[in-house]
C-alpha cells in the first residue's frame, strides 16, 4: 500500500519477463556443412587424401607402363625402371593386341553387351520406380515386395536354369542372351533405387502439373527424368561397370563369336600363360573404358551418392 492509501499493483511474472531486457546474443554455432567443409580444407586432411590417391593410382601406372614395355624390358626390371629410361615405351603391344581379329571381336562385344544391357535396365527401371511411388493400381504394393525379394537371389543360383531355358528359345551362346541375362538380373536394384528417389519428389509438384493438363507420360518425361538425372547416371554407372566387367556370366553364356573382352583375355592367359606382353595392354584396354565412362558422369554421380544427405 502507497502513503495515499492505494494498493500498489505487482505485475505478473509474464509482464515482468516481457520487462526483462533480452539477453545479448551469443556466438551462433556455424553450420554443419561449413564446419565440414573447413575440416576437408585442412592440410592434414588434404595430405591423407593425396596419399590415399597415390595408392590407388601407383598399380594403374604401374600396369600402363607395363603394357607399353617389350617382353624383354619386362623381364630384366621392374616397371619403374621406364621413368628413367623412356625409350623403353612404345605402342607395339597395343598395336598387335588389335591387329588380334579375336580381341577386336570381343572388344566389340563387350560394347555391344554393356551399352544395351545399361540402357535397357534404366530405361525400364525408371518407368517401373515412377509407377510404384505414384501410380495407384491393384497389387502395387505386393508386387513392390517381391521385387525386393529378388534382391537376395544370388546370380549363381539362376544359371543353369536361365540357361537351359536360354536353350530352348535359341538365345544360347548369343550376345543376345547375355544381354538378357544381365537385364533381368540388373532391374530388381534398379527399380527398388530408383523407386525410392522418385517416392522423395513432392507430390505438390505432381498435382499442380496435373492441374495443368500434363498427362503422366507428359509428367514423367518432363518432370521426374530431370529431377532423377543424378540417381539415373549413378545407377547408370553402378549397371555400366558390372556389365563390362563381368565374366561369370559371359563365360557361361557366350560361346567363342559372341565372347566379351574379359572372357578373351582369360582365353589369352591360358594360351601364353603369363605373357605380360598380352596380358598388359589387354587389362588397361579393358580397364580405360570404364575409367572414361566413370570421369564423364563424375559429377551427377555424386549428386546421386549425396542426395537427401543434407537438408
Not at 20 to 49: E, F, I, K
Not at 266 to 271: A, D, K, T, Y
Amino acid at each position: 500500500m502507497t502513503s495515499h492509501g492505494t494498493i500498489e499493483r505487482r505485475p505478473s511474472p509474464r509482464e515482468a519477463a516481457a520487462a526483462r531486457p533480452a539477453p545479448a546474443p551469443g556466438p551462433s554455432r556455424p553450420p554443419r556443412r561449413n564446419r565440414v567443409s573447413r575440416l576437408l580444407g585442412s592440410g592434414l586432411v588434404q595430405g591423407l587424401l593425396v596419399l590415399v590417391a597415390l595408392v590407388w593410382i601407383t598399380p594403374l601406372a604401374g600396369l600402363f607402363l607395363s603394357s607399353m614395355r617389350s617382353e624383354e624390358d619386362n623381364a630384366s626390371g621392374g616397371w619403374w625402371t621406364a621413368l628413367a629410361d623412356p625409350a623403353q615405351l612404345s605402342f607395339d603391344n597395343y598395336t598387335a593386341l588389335l591387329a588380334d581379329s579375336g580381341i577386336a571381336t570381343a572388344f566389340g562385344n563387350t560394347v555391344l553387351i554393356s551399352v544395351p544391357a545399361t540402357a535397357l535396365v534404366v530405361g525400364i527401371a525408371a518407368l517401373a520406380g515412377y509407377a510404384f511411388a505414384w501410380l495407384e493400381f491393384p497389387g502395387r504394393d505386393g508386387i513392390f515386395l517381391v521385387v525386393v525379394g529378388l534382391l537376395v537371389v544370388p546370380v549363381q543360383v539362376g544359371l543353369l536354369p536361365v540357361a537351359k531355358l536360354m536353350g530352348a528359345v535359341g538365345l544360347f551362346g548369343t550376345v543376345a542372351g547375355v544381354v538378357l541375362f544381365h537385364v533381368a538380373y540388373g532391374l530388381p536394384f534398379a527399380i527398388f533405387l530408383l523407386r525410392n528417389y522418385f517416392a522423395e519428389i513432392p507430390r505438390e509438384m505432381l498435382e499442380a502439373a496435373r492441374m495443368d493438363g500434363g498427362s503422366e507420360w507428359r509428367i514423367f518425361f518432363r518432370l521426374v527424368l530431370p529431377l532423377g538425372r543424378p540417381a539415373l547416371a549413378s545407377l547408370a554407372i553402378f549397371q555400366f561397370l558390372w556389365v563390362w566387367n563381368d565374366m561369370l556370366v559371359a563365360l557361361l553364356f557366350a560361346d567363342s563369336g559372341s565372347q566379351p573382352l574379359t572372357v578373351a583375355l582369360q582365353s589369352q592367359i591360358r594360351q601364353f600363360g603369363s605373357n605380360i606382353g598380352v596380358l598388359a595392354p589387354g587389362a588397361f584396354l579393358s580397364l580405360v573404358v570404364p575409367l572414361v565412362v566413370f570421369f564423364a558422369f563424375q559429377r551427377h554421380f555424386v549428386q546421386g551418392v549425396m542426395a537427401g544427405s543434407v537438408k
